[in-house]
């Protein structure tokens, strides 16, 4: 059987994963997450999850190894994870009545094959009170979340219309990891 792991240490991949029945260790890997003067928003989740797959498929060349990262841009800007709940509160009400993008890219790696992927998905915010936004992010789902929202918790009440992969916008295309892994023979097990 062939060892997979998963590098990263969100909560929510890792659900991913466990739900297609497979056997898999989480090894966060340790990269650099900056980005490059004028690299846009596509390029950068992509070279991000390719760098992150690469940093563990080296010390596991065995295995098979998913990585992804995820970003939310409005109008050309990135949102990312907020500094404190001040942050959290200016970018939700960014976010309050527009459409924005979540873009995750994702790559599935074994030794020096690997496979590489970017999903885009439109996110539209219905208009949002302060009172609202205060309460979302007294919550304190706002934490630790690119953009300040979890479109799987609370923040789906704000959510007008997704195009595109929700699971994306939750931190990882499930349907087009799965089919990356089913090019390695790894299927997923219903039992």
Same mark, same amino acid.
């Given at each position: 059987?062939?060892?997979?792991?998963?590098?990263?240490?969100?909560?929510?991949?890792?659900?991913?994963?466990?739900?297609?029945?497979?056997?898999?260790?989480?090894?966060? &890997? %340790?990269? +650099?997450?900056?980005?490059?003067?004028?690299?846009?928003?596509? %390029?950068?989740?992509?070279?991000?999850?390719?760098?992150?797959?690469?940093?563990?498929?080296?010390?596991?060349?065995?295995?098979?190894?998913?990585?992804? +990262?995820?970003?939310?841009?409005? +109008?050309?800007?990135?949102?990312?994870? &907020?500094?404190?709940?001040? +942050?959290?509160?200016?970018?939700?009400?960014?976010?309050?009545?527009?459409?924005?993008?979540?873009?995750?890219?994702?790559?599935?790696?074994?030794?020096?094959?690997?496979?590489?992927?970017?999903?885009?998905?439109?996110?539209?915010?219905?208009?949002?009170? %302060?009172?609202?936004?205060?309460?979302?992010?007294?919550?304190?789902?706002?934490? %630790?979340?690119?953009?300040?929202?979890?479109?799987?918790?609370?923040?789906?009440?704000?959510?007008?219309?997704?195009?595109?992969?929700?699971?994306?916008?939750?931190?990882?295309?499930?349907?087009?990891?799965?089919?990356?892994?089913?090019?390695?023979?790894?299927?997923?097990?219903?039992?």
């Amino acid at each position: 059987m062939t060892a997979i792991i998963l590098a990263s240490g969100s909560p929510r991949r890792k659900d991913f994963i466990k739900s297609l029945g497979l056997q898999f260790t989480v090894i966060s &890997p %340790d990269v +650099d997450e900056t980005p490059k003067p004028n690299e846009l928003p596509q %390029d950068l989740v992509v070279r991000l999850a390719k760098l992150k797959a690469e940093h563990i498929a080296k010390m596991h060349p065995e295995a098979v190894v998913i990585a992804a +990262d995820t970003i939310v841009v409005l +109008d050309g800007e990135i949102l990312g994870k &907020p500094k404190d709940r001040n +942050d959290a509160k200016a970018m939700i009400k960014k976010l309050s009545g527009k459409t924005h993008e979540v873009l995750t890219g994702y790559t599935v790696q074994k030794d020096s094959i690997s496979y590489q992927g970017l999903e885009k998905t439109l996110v539209t915010f219905a208009n949002i009170s %302060d009172e609202n936004i205060e309460g979302y992010v007294s919550s304190g789902e706002c934490d %630790d979340k690119s953009g300040s929202y979890a479109v799987q918790g609370l923040a789906a009440m704000f959510v007008e219309k997704v195009s595109g992969s929700v699971s994306s916008v939750v931190g990882l295309p499930i349907c087009q990891v799965r089919a990356l892994l089913e090019k390695f023979g790894i299927t997923p097990k219903f039992v």
